[in-house]
T-cell receptor, first 115, second 114 residues
Framework: AQKITQTQPGMFVQEKEAVTLDCTYD???????LFWYKQPSSGEMIFLIY??????QNATEGRYSLNFQKARKSANLVISASQLGDSAMYFC????????????FGTGTRLKVLA | DAGVIQSPRHEVTEMGQEVTLRCKPI?????LFWYRQTMMRGLELLIY????????DSGMPEDRFSAKMPNASFSTLKIQPSEPRDSAVYFC????????????FGEGSRLTVL
């Protein structure tokens, strides 16, 4: 069965420090895409970063990077130099398989950045 | 460019009433998704369309829910009759052919059924 698992319901991090949000996935399809979204308290869903299953290098977007470990089926989000504005809910999502465009979301991790 | 536009942003209705949520996807996007978000169940995919055709509606809770996409620029999600357990935030998202395939979400419609 295709599944996304986020085991950390809540995380705290000190401002300016780095934080890792965990995500594991399960699929038997060799081709898939992994995404991270941010949902601030205002409610909108903001796309952060994407990793394709065949990508050789870990994706990076500014302060966001994705630690992709294919053998472990993990796609952890790393936020460097945390800012107060990073306080939000973070969702990991998977698209499988190509062609049907079905996206599955995890349950999310609530991150609180402390001043 | 305008993003995904949803209306209404907030809806409060009484049990038994019909509710219609509307969505305008990003121009040029060919896939449209309806999600429901609750504290208990998180983000659930209800239905998605590709080129205006429903591809998978297995997430639609029951016959009270229906969705249509009459053209490439408009979709509706209808609940009739509504029940208190339908209270949630309903998101519409669209996806284009280009890019990494990320979904672009609307701001959501918060539904409260009394």
């Amino acid at each position: 069965a295709q599944k996304i698992t986020q085991t950390q319901p809540g995380m705290f991090v000190q401002e300016k420090e780095a934080v890792t949000l965990d995500c594991t996935y399960d699929t038997s399809d060799p081709s898939y895409g992994l995404f991270w979204y941010k949902q601030p308290s205002s409610g909108e869903m903001i796309f952060l970063i994407y990793q394709g299953s065949y990508d050789q290098q870990n994706a990076t977007e500014g302060r966001y990077s994705l630690n992709f470990q294919k053998a472990r089926k993990s796609a952890n989000l790393v936020i460097s130099a945390s800012q107060l504005g990073d306080s939000a809910m973070y969702f990991c999502a998977m698209r499988v398989p190509p062609g049907t465009y079905k996206y599955i979301f995890g349950t999310g991790t609530r991150l609180k950045v402390l001043a | 460019d305008a993003g995904v536009i949803q209306s209404p942003r907030h809806e409060v209705t009484e049990m038994g009433q019909e509710v219609t949520l509307r969505c305008k996807p990003i121009s040029g996007h060919n896939s449209l998704f309806w999600y429901r978000q609750t504290m208990m169940r998180g983000l659930e995919l209800l239905i998605y369309f590709n080129n205006n055709v429903p591809i998978d509606d297995s997430g639609m809770p029951e016959d009270r829910f229906s969705a249509k996409m009459p053209n490439a620029s408009f979709s509706t999600l209808k609940i009739q009759p509504s029940e208190p357990r339908d209270s949630a935030v309903y998101f519409c998202a669209s996806r284009g052919r280009a890019g990494s395939g990320e979904l672009f979400f609307g701001e959501g419609s918060r539904l409260t059924v009394l």
